[in-house]
């Protein structure tokens, strides 16, 4: 009997609504038509992460990926739907370590940091006001984070503007680890560095991931290292997953129009004489997708069913779901 999931998203959509001014409104008494402004950002999303699995989440700029994870984060709350952390609504968690199962690794390592506060201040504030650790032990603490995340304790009374973007990523990583979570969602965590320190930080991932049992959602538009991290991969398209696979095989052989296009621009080594091909199009806005399939307007195997009907995502193969009509 397969363990009960850490992480379960069901059916959960975010909106978000941008009120008409009173501008509009007014014009709006002689028929100006002017109507809030609604972005559909996460469009009935459900998918499950297992204690311990690494699950990719890919797709173009814009398609609803980090809002996704802050959700998961609770962060925001979903406009329809449910989000459990280990079974449990995380908006109703009581105050406490069962809170903080959740942290998130974000973007930006200088922006994400208050440029005010000392390192010694950033990792050891939460666990010391959560009642984590005493204070007489917070000094220890904080030490052994720092020093698990690959930084010498003694720069602890250092600000943030002292270090370079990959030491101040490791120190987002050890905030998040001083309250000892089980699940680490890293929205672009690496996409901010340069290439050889993204290796490193990826080891670390890894590295933690077996030391501390941590579970990932680790969301890049970087498919070569979301390739190499992951156990499995969602793809998303305007809000909606249009794949899900294990990740070897979903590298190996995408199913939907949209995974094959996207995967067709990373280049690859046997493939030197293949002429780079991006995905056709724009990807349309949020404010008003296109009906059925969000992705027909842009795919070449499109016929009339697409732009009618939504497709399901379903099962194709074991492990493998894709939402196509022609899959």
């Known amino acids: 009997m397969n363990a009960a999931p850490i992480v379960e998203l069901r059916g959960v959509s975010k909106r978000f609504v941008r009120r008409a001014d009173l501008a509009a409104r007014l014009l709006n008494l002689v028929g100006a038509g002017h109507r809030d402004e609604i972005v559909h950002a996460v469009d009935?999303?459900?998918?499950?992460?297992?204690?311990?699995?690494?699950?990719?989440?890919?797709?173009?700029?814009?398609?609803?990926?980090?809002?996704?994870?802050?959700?998961?984060?609770?962060?925001?709350r979903p406009s329809a739907g449910a989000v459990r952390i280990k079974g449990e609504d995380p908006s109703r968690a009581r105050p406490g370590p069962e809170g903080l199962a959740v942290q998130m690794i974000f973007q930006d390592p200088f922006s994400s940091l208050n440029p005010r506060k000392r390192v010694r201040d950033l990792v050891g504030e939460a666990p010391l006001a959560h009642g984590m650790v005493r204070r007489d032990g917070l000094a220890d603490h904080v030490a052994a984070t720092l020093a698990r995340c690959g930084l010498d304790p003694a720069y602890a009374g250092r600000f943030p503007h002292q270090f370079s973007g990959g030491q101040r990523q490791r120190i987002g990583i050890a905030r998040a680890l001083a309250v000892k979570p089980e699940i680490l969602v890293c929205d672009e965590a690496i996409s901010a560095l340069d290439v050889s320190i993204q290796a490193q930080i990826v080891n670390l991932?890894?590295?933690?991931?077996?030391?501390?049992?941590?579970?990932?959602l680790f969301i890049s538009h970087d498919l070569g290292v979301v390739e190499h991290v992951s156990d499995r991969v969602l793809v998303m398209y305007l809000g909606r997953i249009v794949e899900s696979a294990p990740a070897e095989e979903l590298f190996a052989a995408p199913q939907h129009p949209y995974t094959r296009a996207l995967l067709g621009e990373v280049p690859r080594l046997h493939r030197r004489k293949l002429a780079f091909a991006q995905v056709k199009g724009e990807i349309p806005s949020p404010l008003d997708p296109p009906s059925g399939c969000h992705f027909h307007p842009r795919c070449p195997h499109a016929v009339a069913r697409c732009a009618a009907e939504r497709p399901v995502l379903k099962q194709i193969a074991p492990g493998r779901l894709a939402a196509c009509h022609l899959v």
Do not use: H, N, Q
Request: hydrophobic share 40%; proline share 0%.
């Open 44 to 76: 009935d999303v459900s998918f499950t992460i297992a204690r311990g699995e690494v699950l990719g989440l890919v797709g173009e700029s814009g398609c609803g990926k980090s809002t996704v994870g802050r959700l998961v984060a609770d962060l925001l």
């Open 205 to 216: 991932f890894m590295d933690l991931r077996d030391e501390l049992g941590l579970t990932y």
